[in-house]
Structure formats: structure tokens, C-alpha cells
């Protein structure tokens, strides 16, 4: 029970990766706000957490509006009490070329995840403050190691978590909040099997393809995808005591894909 008395807020959290942190979170004690664009896909975890006598509680968020985000950590507090953990996992991608990414496509993706995470953080920070501490983690990428020649929006929002996460480390620190980025590989959910309508997958890009699935896995010197619970144990890790010194820092969760 690394998680007894905290109050998790988790963005995504109907997603692959939100979905196993919220589930893990509260089986080590935690009480969890699910967080999704998608209400339904947060009741779905919700339900499955109170079905292992958890506590939960979903809300449908959009991180691109700091209104909902308000919302979000208000509902939270009043349910659970101040929020002690924040995971900003939610994101969008359009695989596609810089000649053929749209503006609209750019402010989706730097809307969600970048702008999205420095939402959260802003509206989770007086809370924190009364919670006396607490730990931001933010979800990286290879992107945020090595952007390369895709989607020009995709590499400069997940290398530009690298510069909020230490901004909000240096910034918070004497308020005993500590803020992390950790970067996933090749992480077998529907971000790369779907064609959601914030990550357009097609036979070109969906894992799938097994062509692509292999290309992946190729890519990945330890001989595997990550799972979903792969990253949610690195973030349980980063949330707990354990790292109670880790601030500022990138854990990189990748199999060696990054090297
Ligand atoms: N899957 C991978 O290989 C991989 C690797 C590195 C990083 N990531 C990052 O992981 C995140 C995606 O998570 P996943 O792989 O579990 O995929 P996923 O599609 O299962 O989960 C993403 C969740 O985010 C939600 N979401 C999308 N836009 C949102 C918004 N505006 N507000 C609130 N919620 C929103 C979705 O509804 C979904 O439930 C992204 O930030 C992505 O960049 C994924």
C-alpha cells in the first residue's frame, strides 16, 4: 500500500495507460479521479476499480479547457480531499508528414498535450499546496528524446514537456511538489491500433498491421512492446515515497528503443 491517504487525479485515464495507473494507483491504496474526453471510457475504469473495492470517481475532462480543469480538481477535492498526484497523460498524434500537417492538426496536438499539461498543473497547484505536497507527472515519448521527421507538432510538444517539467520541478520545489516526465517506447494500446479521433490510425500506421507491429518491435532492443502496466509501475515508482528525492528528471520506460 505505497498510496494509502493520496488523492490521484489521471488524465487519459480511460485510455491504455491512464486506465492500468488509475487500477494500480488504487489497489495501493489511492483514491483515483478518472479523467477522459470520453465519459464512458472513464465510468468503464471506474467500474472495473470499485469492482476490486477501490475508490474512484470518473468526470469527463477535455485538458485543452482550464474551465473543465477547475471543475475536474474541484470535483475531486470535494469527493477525496485535496489532490496529492497528478498524472497528464491524455494526447493526440496525426501521423503525417510536416508538409501535410494542418494547422489544425498543430493546435490539437500542442493543445493536448502541452498545453493540456501546463493546464493541469496550473489548476492542481493550490490544491497540492493544501494537500502539503504532491507529484506531477507528465507522459513523454521517444519524441522527447529524439523528435524526428513526422509530425512536427508530436515532437515539439513532447520535447517541449521536457522544458515544463523541469520549469515546474524548479518552480515547486519548496512547495515539496515534485514534477517528472516519464517517456514510454512502443506501447501496445489503442493510440497506435485505433482511429480515434485524436490519433487516426489506418493500415499505414496501426500496429494492427503486423508489418508495422514488427517494425515496432524490431526497433525495440529488449525484444518486446511495452505494456500498459509496464509504464503504470514506472509511474507508481515516480509517485511514491520512493523517489521522494527524483525531481526534474526523464525516466525513460523503453525497452532500449531510445538508444
Ligand atoms: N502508445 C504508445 O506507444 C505511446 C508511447 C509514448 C507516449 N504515448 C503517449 O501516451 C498518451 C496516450 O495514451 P495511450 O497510449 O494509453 O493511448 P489511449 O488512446 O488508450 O489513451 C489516451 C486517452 O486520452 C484521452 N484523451 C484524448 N484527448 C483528450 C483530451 N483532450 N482530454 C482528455 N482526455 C483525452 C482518450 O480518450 C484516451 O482515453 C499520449 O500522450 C501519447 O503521446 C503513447
Redesign the pocket.
Known amino acids: 500500500m505505497k498510496l494509502e491517504g493520496k488523492v490521484a487525479l489521471i ?2 485515464g ?5 486506465g492500468a495507473q488509475a487500477r494500480l494507483f488504487a489497489r495501493e491504496g489511492a483514491a483515483v479521479c478518472v ?4 465519459a464512458d ?1 472513464a465510468d468503464a475504469v471506474t467500474n472495473a476499480i470499485a469492482g476490486e473495492n477501490g475508490r474512484a470517481m470518473g468526470v469527463r ?4 479547457s482550464s474551465a473543465e480543469w477547475q471543475a475536474a480538481v474541484d470535483a475531486t477535492e470535494r469527493m477525496y480531499g485535496p489532490v496529492s498526484i497528478l498524472c497528464n ?5 496525426f501521423r503525417v508528414s510536416f508538409d501535410e500537417q494542418t494547422e489544425e492538426m498543430w493546435q490539437l496536438i500542442i493543445g ?2 502541452l498545453t ?1 499539461s501546463f493546464l493541469g498543473t496550473k489548476a492542481v497547484i493550490p490544491s497540492m499546496r493544501r494537500a502539503g505536497g504532491g507529484v506531477i507527472v507528465n ?4 519524441a522527447s528524446i529524439r523528435p524526428g521527421g513526422a509530425s512536427p507538432a508530436y515532437g515539439a510538444a ?1 520535447i517541449g514537456l521536457v522544458g515544463l517539467t523541469r520549469s515546474t520541478a524548479a518552480s515547486y520545489a519548496r512547495d515539496g511538489i515534485r514534477c517528472v516526465l516519464v517517456s ?4 501496445d ?4 491500433r ?1 482511429n ?1 479521433p ?2 487516426p490510425n489506418d493500415a499505414r500506421t496501426s500496429l494492427d498491421n503486423p508489418d508495422n507491429y514488427q517494425r515496432r518491435l524490431a526497433a525495440t532492443p529488449l525484444g518486446r512492446l511495452q505494456t ?1 502496466e509496464d509504464i503504470a509501475r514506472a509511474f507508481l515508482f515516480v509517485v511514491s515515497d520512493d523517489a521522494a528525492m527524483v525531481t526534474g528528471s526523464m525516466l525513460t520506460v523503453d525497452g532500449g528503443a531510445g538508444l
Open positions: 488524465t487519459g480511460g485510455g491504455g495507460m491512464g479523467a477522459d474526453l470520453f471510457k475532462l477535455d485538458v485543452q497523460n491524455a494526447g493526440a498524434n493536448t498535450i493540456g507522459l513523454g515519448s521517444l513532447k514510454p517506447g512502443h506501447v494500446t489503442p493510440f497506435l485505433a480515434a485524436y490519433s500498459p
